[in-house]
């Protein structure tokens, strides 16, 4: 039978899971031989069976007799003996911390008889016995019973306003005794009975409580904020009251072993004197300097320093402490591993390398790609309390702030100015991208995190908040709830939160970014933080086994990426290079009615594709480029249906005639030829160049030619050709079999190798990956298409749409569209890489779509043997981070 109770004695801080947190830890510090106080901690498992069940697990009340019966002998008291009782907390405490979210009940044990005998223990203190029931009814009441709160605040400030006094410590003990007269019936008016006398009915109930405070929302929504999986239950701890406000040799505090903001060993923390642990947090009274302690109480101060010494000694890492001092007994109430900022994490990693602690291995893996993203990031000052406006998902992170602007072309006029623009869409296409280009960010209504918007701005390392579904766009201005924004009005987006606030919120810039792109201010280079992240990001660099490459399609992006330590380009995506005063080739090429119109426009397009290549290979000479052949359905790069069929009816009503008004009645029924119902899963990718005779050709040409003017210029091209959505190998062979006659025909006897590959991000060509392998040189998995096609969710609309639906039913914890769905994509990843490398020992594998870039995914990647990730040039960095955690984790666990 499964053992639901275990004893401080019986734990250990490896046993979170099972102990939580707080458990495990007290557990470990009795096991050190710290002064401690007795209990023990029913396990998440009693927790889990609990909420499954939706009551009573059998077995704990035995469990809990038994432990109890030894807590009560180890204290030499029993629980709420009327003589001489013994009181207990009971806290909850899951695996992952979760600050405030669940219920805590404190001395459970009081009732009307062993008030008295509280009150003889504390040495005659009526007051303080009074106080301390007074203070478990208004918690049970609210935690177990759900009364509302504000009930027992209100009976709290009848007796002050009665008595005329501001504070609750101006109440006596007659006072006190009449407010538990009157929390005993605010309690019985809501609940239906008495305040239960009997104390291991209050136990139980208070335990299950705690179990329940696990699906409180707010417990829900941390988790979900936190990525915490919602199955994990919380454990619960029991243990001996121990008392700060027994007087002035009595008192409360916590404290840091070092610094948690900057890592330097030193005193810090704070305490408060004659008061309980629940009096700091709510900010009562002002605290003291923990190293006030020492003239108040010179032998717990000594003692408290050994103890933090130790503790950092034993853990290894910075440690944060929760204490109480009972009349002179220093006890300890907690310690976990403390939590720090991002800028903390990196410094005080360093600093525990450089002091011998830990070495460099572990040092990565105390820092996370997560924490290096918000390093990253301009953020907003948020000390002046700008005024919130709404809220969408945060898809590609920064900070940003600018006028209002509507359209692409009013975005690039006005910062053509010079001036600061944020262009708001309902959601974007391949049109906006000039503008998207000028703005100093983009707010869209709709779509989610791989929405165009978020894909092109994280592309750009744009802030950019996609899918705040209460904005209603309108032509010159949105609203939000009623409320107008005009266009030229000033708002501020936060890409990391979603946040976007009225007017203009002042925004400070990344020194690690600055130190990234090489141009930092010299007199930053030794700062801690700096160097931090320069010794980290070297040791993960060594460790790392997964290369790390950039999707990047200009010049710019590829240099900045290079900076960034990219080791190639993973993905350069075409399509955008077929837009601004190309636009015109290109509808010339798509109305062609003849062989000889297509070509002439093909070849008008090639000079221009070879000079765009040739320049990002410049930029990324020596390292592998792979170039994806066009991609998305060409009616994409037309004028919408919509706008042209309005502009011929209203041309045709007023008359006009000539060659626009010809041209234009062409287009719109070349529009309408092309426009599909689903064109994710239409004419785009291998298919548009089965169909479009020429049209991969000339990339191909283009991409050779640019190959073989570098290597003229002393330079080392490393050229890939991607081809987008294959399903089949036929399709690949035959796109491969007018590849390779071109390349051979540009190439001649240059020494420049061009390799042909594919992107498997069709279920099929995970599913045949081994006939693929037959004609392909490396696979990219393309890992949002994938997603798509094997949940059958558009990339475009779900995550708005319905996500919240499934992220609250627990569907999955994350949206698979962000990290990489293991047991179902990844799965398809698995099996695609080893049937390709049993077809193709040695097939190269790399991963471009976004999961290249987040940290959880780039662990998945390294587990099944790709060979490289990519990622925007932006978490380039975080990839390289993550790739060298993943490798020091896996040695590390091997060794196990
Ligand atoms: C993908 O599908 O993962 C991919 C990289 O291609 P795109 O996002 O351009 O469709
Ligand atoms: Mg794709």
Not at 130 to 150: A, H
Not at 589 to 599: C, F, G
Not at 688 to 699: A, D, K, N, W, Y
Not at 774 to 796: C, H, I, P, V, Y
């Amino acid at each position: 039978m499964a053992k639901y109770v275990y004893d401080f004695a019986e734990g250990n801080k490896d046993l979170k899971d099972l102990l939580g947190g707080k458990g495990a830890n007290l557990a470990e510090m009795t096991n050190l031989g710290l002064p401690v106080p007795a209990g023990f901690t029913i396990t998440t498992e009693a927790c889990q069976r609990f909420l499954a069940e939706g009551s009573h697990v059998d077995g704990l009340d035995d469990e809990i007799d038994r432990h109890l019966a030894a807590l009560e002998s180890a204290m030499g008291r029993r629980l709420g003996d009327a003589a001489d009782p013994l009181l207990v907390s009971v806290r909850s405490g899951a695996k992952f911390s979760m600050p405030g979210m669940m219920e805590t009940v404190l001395n459970v044990g009081l009732n009307d008889e062993s008030v008295a005998g509280l009150s003889r223990q504390a040495g005659g203190n009526d007051r303080f016995a009074w106080d301390s029931y007074r203070r478990l009814i208004q918690m049970f009441g609210k935690t177990v019973c759900d009364v509302p709160g504000e009930e027992f605040e209100d009976a709290l400030h009848k007796a002050k306003q009665a008595k005329g006094v501001r504070d609750d410590v101006q109440l006596d003990s007659d006072d006190l005794k009449s407010l538990v007269a009157a929390y005993k019936k605010v309690f019985s008016k809501h609940v239906g009975h008495e305040f239960p006398q009997d104390p291991r009915q209050q136990l139980d109930q208070a335990v299950e409580a705690v179990f329940r405070s696990w699906n409180a929302d707010r417990a829900v929504l941390y988790r979900r904020q936190e990525r915490i999986p919602a199955d994990l239950g919380t454990a619960v701890n029991v243990v001996a009251m121990v008392f700060g406000n027994l007087g002035p040799d009595s008192g409360t505090g916590v404290a840091f072993t070092r610094d948690p903001a900057t890592g330097e060993s030193g005193i810090y923390g704070d305490y408060l004197q004659n008061a309980q642990g629940e009096d700091v947090v709510a900010g009562i009274r002002n605290t003291l300097p923990l190293a006030d302690l020492e003239k108040i109480d010179k032998k717990s101060y000594d003692e408290l320093l050994q103890i933090m010494a130790t503790l950092e000694g034993h853990y290894h890492d910075l440690c944060d402490i929760e204490f109480t001092i009972e009349r002179g007994k220093l006890w300890m109430l907690q310690t976990r591993v403390g939590k720090r900022t991002a800028a903390a994490a990196f410094t005080i990693a360093a600093q525990l390398v450089e002091e011998g602690m830990i070495d460099l291995d572990e040092a990565v893996t105390r820092v996370s790609g997560a924490q290096l993203a918000q390093l990253m990031f301009p953020r907003f000052d948020l000390s002046g309390d700008p005024t919130a406006l709404t809220r969408g998902v945060g898809a590609s992170p920064g900070a940003a702030y600018g006028e209002v602007v509507f359209t692409s072309a009013q975005a690039v006029a006005l910062a053509g100015e010079g001036r600061s623009v944020i262009l708001v869409r309902r959601e974007t296409n391949p049109d906006d991208l000039p503008g998207m280009i000028a703005a100093q960010g983009i707010l869209t209504a709709r779509g989610g995190k791989t929405s165009h918007a978020a894909v092109v701005a994280r592309g750009m390392g744009k802030t950019c908040v996609c899918g705040a579904d209460q904005v209603e766009v309108g032509r010159d201005q949105f609203t939000v709830h009623g409320q107008v924004v005009h266009e030229g009005d000033v708002i501020s987006i936060d890409g990391t939160t979603g946040r976007v606030y009225l007017g203009e919120v002042p925004v400070r810039p990344s020194e690690v970014v600055q130190y990234f792109e090489g141009d930092l201010d010299p007199a930053l280079a030794n700062e801690p933080l700096v160097a931090a992240v320069h010794q980290l990001m070297t040791h993960a660099d060594e460790r790392a086994r997964l290369r790390v490459r950039t999707n990047a399609d200009t010049g710019p992006d590829a240099a900045r990426a290079r900076r960034f330590g990219a080791q190639g380009i993973g993905l350069c995506r075409t399509e955008h290079m077929f837009l601004g005063d190309r636009r015109e080739l290109v509808e010339r090429l798509i109305l062609a009615h003849n062989k000889t119109e297509r070509d002439d426009a093909l070849a008008a397009l090639q000079p221009l594709q070879r000079a765009d290549f040739l320049e990002i290979f410049r930029e990324m000479n020596g390292l592998p480029v792979t170039v994806r052949l066009i991609d998305p359905p060409l009616h994409e790069f037309l004028p919408s249906l919509e706008e042209l069929a309005v502009q011929v009816a209203v041309a045709k009503e007023r008359g006009s005639s000539g060659e626009e008004a010809e041209r234009d009645e062409r287009m719109l029924a070349a529009v309408r030829r092309m426009h599909e119902s689903n064109p994710m899963l239409g004419l785009r990718g291998v298919r548009l160049g089965l169909v479009i005779p020429g049209l991969f050709g000339m990339q191909v040409r283009a991409i050779a030619e640019a190959a073989v003017a570098l290597a003229a210029e002393g330079g080392r091209p490393k050229p890939e050709i991607m081809v987008p959505l294959v399903g089949a190998v036929q399709e690949l062979e035959t796109v491969r079999h007018e590849a390779e006659r071109i390349i051979a025909e540009v190439v001649g006897d240059s020494g420049v190798e061009v390799l042909i590959g594919t992107m498997i991000e069709v279920p099929r060509a995970a599913l045949t990956a081994g006939q693929i392998a037959e004609a392909a040189e490396f696979f990219s998995f393309g890992t949002n298409d994938l997603t798509q096609m094997a949940w059958g969710f558009s990339r475009d609309d779900v995550e708005g749409a319905f996500f919240w639906r499934y992220l609250e039913l627990g569907i999955f914890g994350i949206s698979p569209f962000e990290s990489i769905d293991r047991d179902g994509v990844g799965r398809l990843v698995r099996i695609a890489g080893e049937e390709g490398r049993a077809t193709r020992p040695g097939l190269k594998l790399g991963v471009c779509g976004e999961h290249g870039g987040d940290p959880e995914s780039v662990h998945f990647f390294h587990e099944v043997g790709l060979d490289y990730v990519s990622c925007s040039p932006f978490r380039v960095p975080i990839a390289r981070l993550e790739a060298g955690r993943a490798a020091v984790e896996s040695a590390g666990s091997d060794h196990r």
